[in-house]
């Protein structure tokens, strides 16, 4: 039940990232998000010790680390904090419902006999989708970044549901790719703020053809 | 000795910023380990251990990225040196760790390093257009590869989450799931081809090549895409482990076939040079994918190889032509045989290669699928029609380049010979297939 109920509060925590138009508050969410995808892993862990090893792992890379950096890349970048979006809030959330759906779905499909938490999966299909939904509908380049990061945290959520985790050297490369994405995404964010004195990938179209 | 031959390019951190010892050391790297590797066939070490496909493709990337470290000596200037050999040797670590990678995850985990590494040599030094490429890059590759790594944690889910290991999951699929495998293989297929540029996934493919500097472009397109097709290589050889061979065998070919006829497609609306290259890419991993299609990895195998090595050619040779004439416009660019021979013979008859002409071993390699694809004749006439199409697109390049009118371009300093060494090696290939070491590749990669 507890489970559960950590469950429907991480998909509670995806939704809201995409409703929201404040970056500060959307950083905040993941943070969020991500504390609580550590507690759904310790309650699966049923006293592993490697598992909860992995989750204090992921929980200072992606629930500390990560949000730092990048509220301190917001501040340094000094663009408005606002997420602008080609599509407005109620056709935002309209969508993210109808793919959340779609994730209920089909998520059925995708779950296996012996899965450890089967109703993990449908919310870890809605989280990777509501992840490409952020990237494709929004301009700034750092919620593009926090609509990865959402993104994966539904293919983190996916591996343990379906299969109590990847194994601890798995999941810490994982992780490490993850970090080091984000970090090279900051750099490019700033050399484009530098270029082009602005982080509008909208408006970032010489490239045709 | 895995583990150092992982580590090995990161020496080259060593040298610092100092080009001449850069330079050194990045031909070093790559020279230590075609020696070293042989020795280690078959070892095991932790999650890596290297089989003779591994070994095939390690050898092939060390080859190149030695040629290229090479030749990108008179490249770049001193300063910004540093930025690719950096960058390179990430990236050669990464690829070093996919092909030692003998586990389902760690292949994954080393696959998007080499994404990330590469983006780095995309960007080098900068400018609005290599921004845009390297961001669009980054993002589709990340959200691609992400797709993949669901089809990891499913095919670990399926095999009862007990091992990661290749030959263990091996022998556990046959009793997975099947439809549970095929969605798996389905989310791996658009994951690693994203990567590999099969269409409709290529869209980051043709900006990230263009707008590289050239041995960076060289290095994407002849040790880079092979990364992503290694690991559907694997994945193919799991499904027919698992006996669903047929099930893979339509989605690959679909895939390769539409990014055949559709990059050849591209090549008529092209202007620059190298973006034509990058489009050349799409089409040669689409081949490669189809002939995996048609059961013949042998071919893939060889059809990657003679793609790699032409392509390499093709990319030096057109940052040679880029740094002396600043133009990238095909049509500003003429007379390259008779003014430039030592630069525009190699070039233009790379061109030749890529449009599979003999004697080149991509004809040779064209030529195998379409005695096999013609079992079902619409598959056969349509691989025809895309092959002519993408012969067409290359046509008009290589007259123009060649002998057509244009600024004459003065030498320079260039490690030329280098050119001709690949060229040499392509035509050995294309008059001496060496079937026979494919078809054993073939059994290691069907049995492990």
Same mark, same amino acid.
């Given at each position: 039940m507890a489970l559960l109920t950590l469950v429907l509060a991480v998909l509670a925590t995806g939704f809201l990232m995409v409703s929201r138009r404040s970056l500060d508050a959307i950083i905040r969410l993941y943070a969020l998000q991500n504390i609580l995808l550590a507690l759904v892993s310790f309650e699966l862990a049923g006293g592993e010790a490697h598992f909860i090893l992995a989750g204090l792992a992921l929980f200072a890379v992606k629930g500390v680390l990560i949000p730092w950096y990048l509220f301190w890349l917001v501040d340094r970048l000094e663009v408005s904090h606002e997420v602008e979006g080609y599509l407005s809030v109620s056709l935002s959330l309209l969508l993210a419902g109808l793919l959340t759906a779609l994730a209920f779905r089909v998520g059925e499909a995708f779950?296996?006999?012996?899965?450890?938490?089967?109703?993990?999966v449908p919310v870890a299909l809605a989280l990777v989708l509501l992840g490409i939904l952020s990237m494709v509908s929004r301009k700034k380049a750092i919620s593009q970044v926090l609509g990865f990061l959402a993104l994966e945290n539904g293919v983190f959520l996916m591996a343990l549901s379906e299969?109590?985790? !990847?194994p601890l050297f798995v999941e810490l490369g994982v992780a490490l790719d993850a970090f080091a994405a984000v970090f090279l995404a900051g750099i490019l964010i700033f050399r484009i703020k530098g270029e082009m004195g602005h982080v509008d990938t909208a408006r970032m179209r010489s490239l045709r053809g | 000795m895995l583990y150092l031959l992982v580590f090995l390019?990161? !020496? &080259?951190?060593?040298?610092?910023?100092e080009t001449p010892l850069l330079v050194r050391l990045s031909v070093l790297v790559p020279v230590l380990s075609l020696l070293l590797a042989p020795f280690l066939l078959g070892r095991a070490a932790g999650p890596f251990r290297l089989d003779g496909v591994g070994l095939f493709y390690l050898l092939l990337t060390d080859l190149i990225y030695g040629l290229v470290a090479l030749f990108a000596r008179g490249y770049f200037p001193r300063e910004e040196a540093w930025r690719f050999y950096w960058a390179g040797a990430l990236f050669l670590a990464s690829a070093h760790g996919a092909y030692l990678a003998h586990n389902l995850g760690m292949l994954w985990v080393f696959v998007e390093g080499s994404t990330l590494a590469s983006a780095l040599l995309v960007y080098h030094k900068g400018g609005a257009r290599a921004l845009e490429a390297t961001w669009k890059y980054l993002m589709l590759g990340s959200v691609g590869i992400a797709m993949g790594l669901i089809g990891v944690i499913l095919v670990y889910a399926l095999v009862g989450g007990a091992t990661l290991d290749w030959g263990e999951v091996r022998s556990l &699929?046959?009793?997975?799931?099947p439809e549970g495998l095929k969605v798996a293989f389905a989310l791996l297929l658009v994951g690693f081809g994203t990567k590999v540029g099969l269409f409709p996934m290529q869209a980051w493919l043709p900006d990230a090549h263009a707008e590289a500097p050239g041995p960076a472009s060289a290095l994407l397109s002849g040790t880079l895409l092979n990364v992503a097709f290694y690991a559907l290589l694997r994945y193919t050889a799991l499904m027919q482990a698992a006996g669903l061979f047929p099930f893979a065998s339509g989605l690959l070919l679909a895939f390769g076939l539409l990014s055949l006829v559709f990059a050849a497609l591209f090549l008529f609306g092209q202007k620059e040079y190298k973006r034509l290259l990058a489009y050349s890419s799409m089409e040669h991993m689409g081949l490669a994918v189809f002939a995996l299609g048609l059961g013949l990895p042998w071919l893939a195998l060889f059809h990657t190889l003679a793609h790699s090595l032409s392509k390499t050619l093709a990319f030096l040779g057109a940052s040679g032509i880029l740094a002396l004439?600043?133009?990238?416009? &095909?049509?500003? &660019?003429?007379?390259l045989v008779l003014h430039t021979p030592a630069l525009g013979v190699p070039f233009v008859l790379s061109l030749a290669a890529l449009g599979g002409l003999?004697?080149?071993?991509l004809f040779f390699a064209e030529f195998k699928a379409v005695e096999v694809a013609m079992q079902w004749p619409w598959l056969g006439v349509s691989y025809l029609v895309g092959l002519g199409l993408a012969f067409a697109g290359l046509l008009y390049p290589m007259a123009q380049m060649g002998f057509g009118q244009g600024k004459p371009i003065g030498g320079r300093g260039w490690d030329l010979w280098l050119l001709w060494l690949l060229l040499f090696l392509l035509l050995l290939l294309g008059v001496f297939p060496p079937v026979g070491v494919f078809k054993a590749l073939e059994v290691v990669l069907w049995r492990l």
């Amino acid at each position: 039940m507890a489970l559960l109920t950590l469950v429907l509060a991480v998909l509670a925590t995806g939704f809201l990232m995409v409703s929201r138009r404040s970056l500060d508050a959307i950083i905040r969410l993941y943070a969020l998000q991500n504390i609580l995808l550590a507690l759904v892993s310790f309650e699966l862990a049923g006293g592993e010790a490697h598992f909860i090893l992995a989750g204090l792992a992921l929980f200072a890379v992606k629930g500390v680390l990560i949000p730092w950096y990048l509220f301190w890349l917001v501040d340094r970048l000094e663009v408005s904090h606002e997420v602008e979006g080609y599509l407005s809030v109620s056709l935002s959330l309209l969508l993210a419902g109808l793919l959340t759906a779609l994730a209920f779905r089909v998520g059925e499909a995708f779950v296996l006999p012996e899965a450890p938490l089967p109703q993990g999966v449908p919310v870890a299909l809605a989280l990777v989708l509501l992840g490409i939904l952020s990237m494709v509908s929004r301009k700034k380049a750092i919620s593009q970044v926090l609509g990865f990061l959402a993104l994966e945290n539904g293919v983190f959520l996916m591996a343990l549901s379906e299969s109590h985790g !990847l194994p601890l050297f798995v999941e810490l490369g994982v992780a490490l790719d993850a970090f080091a994405a984000v970090f090279l995404a900051g750099i490019l964010i700033f050399r484009i703020k530098g270029e082009m004195g602005h982080v509008d990938t909208a408006r970032m179209r010489s490239l045709r053809g | 000795m895995l583990y150092l031959l992982v580590f090995l390019p990161l !020496l &080259v951190f060593l040298a610092r910023r100092e080009t001449p010892l850069l330079v050194r050391l990045s031909v070093l790297v790559p020279v230590l380990s075609l020696l070293l590797a042989p020795f280690l066939l078959g070892r095991a070490a932790g999650p890596f251990r290297l089989d003779g496909v591994g070994l095939f493709y390690l050898l092939l990337t060390d080859l190149i990225y030695g040629l290229v470290a090479l030749f990108a000596r008179g490249y770049f200037p001193r300063e910004e040196a540093w930025r690719f050999y950096w960058a390179g040797a990430l990236f050669l670590a990464s690829a070093h760790g996919a092909y030692l990678a003998h586990n389902l995850g760690m292949l994954w985990v080393f696959v998007e390093g080499s994404t990330l590494a590469s983006a780095l040599l995309v960007y080098h030094k900068g400018g609005a257009r290599a921004l845009e490429a390297t961001w669009k890059y980054l993002m589709l590759g990340s959200v691609g590869i992400a797709m993949g790594l669901i089809g990891v944690i499913l095919v670990y889910a399926l095999v009862g989450g007990a091992t990661l290991d290749w030959g263990e999951v091996r022998s556990l &699929v046959a009793t997975a799931n099947p439809e549970g495998l095929k969605v798996a293989f389905a989310l791996l297929l658009v994951g690693f081809g994203t990567k590999v540029g099969l269409f409709p996934m290529q869209a980051w493919l043709p900006d990230a090549h263009a707008e590289a500097p050239g041995p960076a472009s060289a290095l994407l397109s002849g040790t880079l895409l092979n990364v992503a097709f290694y690991a559907l290589l694997r994945y193919t050889a799991l499904m027919q482990a698992a006996g669903l061979f047929p099930f893979a065998s339509g989605l690959l070919l679909a895939f390769g076939l539409l990014s055949l006829v559709f990059a050849a497609l591209f090549l008529f609306g092209q202007k620059e040079y190298k973006r034509l290259l990058a489009y050349s890419s799409m089409e040669h991993m689409g081949l490669a994918v189809f002939a995996l299609g048609l059961g013949l990895p042998w071919l893939a195998l060889f059809h990657t190889l003679a793609h790699s090595l032409s392509k390499t050619l093709a990319f030096l040779g057109a940052s040679g032509i880029l740094a002396l004439s600043h133009a990238k416009e &095909v049509g500003r &660019v003429g007379g390259l045989v008779l003014h430039t021979p030592a630069l525009g013979v190699p070039f233009v008859l790379s061109l030749a290669a890529l449009g599979g002409l003999p004697p080149f071993p991509l004809f040779f390699a064209e030529f195998k699928a379409v005695e096999v694809a013609m079992q079902w004749p619409w598959l056969g006439v349509s691989y025809l029609v895309g092959l002519g199409l993408a012969f067409a697109g290359l046509l008009y390049p290589m007259a123009q380049m060649g002998f057509g009118q244009g600024k004459p371009i003065g030498g320079r300093g260039w490690d030329l010979w280098l050119l001709w060494l690949l060229l040499f090696l392509l035509l050995l290939l294309g008059v001496f297939p060496p079937v026979g070491v494919f078809k054993a590749l073939e059994v290691v990669l069907w049995r492990l």
